[in-house]
């Protein structure tokens, strides 16, 4: 049905900035919020930011000023930009979309198989 396949992540050092990209594919007829999460070790998955199909956004406050979520509706992809980036943001990171399935009245919950971003100090 919905495949989300996230890139982006990797090896940075503190301060540097990495892009995540999340590409939805299947059925869809339209996507209303994406979101990303991220899972560090030992911890609970957190959200950490979101986006509405009409462009507003939200941030936790530990990666607002530095985070930027983004949106390209026309390829059904969202975009983590990361800057200013702490080795505390160490996570494995997740995106997650609402989704309006071709010929389906309701949305539905997809999330992508995760990407490692680990920052050294």
């Known amino acids: 049905q919905v495949q989300l396949v996230e890139s982006g992540g990797g090896l940075v050092q503190a301060g540097g900035s990495l892009r995540l990209s999340c590409a939805a594919s299947?059925?869809?007829?339209?996507?209303?919020?994406m979101r990303w999460y991220r899972q560090a070790p030992g911890m609970q998955r957190v959200l950490i930011a979101s986006i509405t199909s009409g462009g507003i956004t939200n941030y936790a406050d530990s990666v607002k000023g530095r985070f930027t979520i983004s949106r390209d509706n026309a390829k059904n992809t969202g975009y983590l930009q990361m800057n200013s980036l702490k080795p505390e943001d160490t996570a494995v990171y997740y995106c997650?979309?609402?989704?309006?399935?071709?010929?389906?009245?309701?949305?539905?919950?997809?999330w992508g198989q995760g990407t490692q971003v680990t920052v050294s100090s």
């Open positions: 299947g059925t869809i007829a339209s996507i209303n919020a």
């Open positions: 997650n979309s609402e989704v309006v399935l071709v010929g389906a009245p309701y949305k539905y919950s997809y």
